[in-house]
């Protein structure tokens, strides 16, 4: 059977289009398969922020659980909850990321710890590599940074 | 105007507020997260943003109207906007935050004042700009369901 060409130029622009999104949406989200399922805890009291951290990591399929403030973050983790991964701001209401980061590594969790923080230095970041996050960046939460962890995380 | 040239607008649209500073890269991580399951992920974020850009504004507003300014309140909010800009990709706007950060540790008043006029500013022509954007995702969102 002889292949049929799209007819028309409107055809091919919106393929071209769909198929251009495509490798645009590849290109920049940096694909990888997850083998294990990875579950993460999100602590931005931004919603935009705490949003957008969500849907990044649904994209890869971790699932996640996202809180507003240090002191709903220490109450889950302290219900039993478990998590391969928490994001946590430093600035935060009620109980701030650095003090709840101390509290949360104090209940004797060892899950790998992102700090995430808007206005970075030197000075914040020994601080909350101090109070006990492993890994400290500034935002945005992007996939060169979390790729990374992801895979370590799964053990690729 | 036909779907694809309407594509092209909103293509070329979006590439001039990269090219003004505008937006940086961080948008274009947004725009790829927008599927099918997530159809208008796009205008949820920008409204989302939109809203609590302007409250924390007024907020900062409200305490720089203050005698005896708290600036370690201040800072809370500059944190915010600061980090809800540059996940969004608002470049501009993040870089406007940095001024008023550094006015704030300085405790300087007056450096505070203007750096926060020149937020406002830089958020207005975000939000038209957005507003225009938005427009144009909604044209082409109501041609295709209209050729369907």
């Known amino acids: 059977m002889t292949p049929t060409l799209p007819s028309g130029d409107q055809a091919s622009d919106q393929d071209n289009w769909d198929n251009g999104r495509l490798a645009h949406k590849r290109q920049l989200l940096t694909e990888i398969i997850l083998r294990n399922r990875l579950t993460a805890l999100v602590v931005d009291g931004d919603t935009t922020c705490r949003v957008l951290e969500q849907l990044l990591f649904h994209s890869y399929g971790v699932q996640t659980q996202g809180v507003d403030n240090g002191r709903d973050a220490i109450a889950l983790i302290a219900s039993g909850v478990k998590f391969n991964l928490i994001i946590i701001d430093m600035i935060l209401s009620v109980l701030n990321g650095l003090e709840a980061t101390r509290q949360i590594r104090d209940m004797g969790v060892h899950c790998k710890m992102l700090g995430v923080t808007a206005c970075s230095g030197e000075s914040e970041r020994q601080a909350f590599l101090a109070a006990g996050v492993d890994v400290f960046i500034e935002k945005p939460l992007d996939p060169e940074h979390l790729v990374p962890i992801l895979r370590e995380l799964d053990g690729q | ?148």
Not at chain 2, 27 to 34: K, R, T, V
Not at chain 2, 85 to 90: K, L, Q, Y
Request: with cysteine.
């Open chain 2, 1 to 148: 105007m036909d779907l694809a040239a309407l594509k092209t607008q909103l293509k070329n649209f979006v590439q001039s507020m990269f090219e003004e500073g505008v937006l940086d890269n961080q948008f274009s991580q947004i725009q790829a997260l927008q599927d099918s399951t997530n159809p208008n992920f796009v205008e949820e974020v920008i409204t989302l943003f939109c809203n609590d850009a302007e409250r924390i504004i007024n907020e900062i507003n409200r305490n720089l109207g203050y005698q005896n300014v708290d600036f370690s309140n201040l800072d809370s909010y500059v944190h915010q906007l600061k980090g809800s800009s540059s996940s969004i990709g608002a470049n501009r706007l993040k870089l406007a935050c940095a001024n008023l950060r550094q006015a704030s540790d300085e405790r300087n008043k007056e450096g505070c004042l203007q750096a926060l006029q020149l937020i406002t500013c830089e958020y207005c022509l975000l939000r038209r700009k957005f507003q225009a954007l938005l427009h144009l995702e909604r044209s082409i969102v109501e041609l295709e369901t209209n050729q369907k």
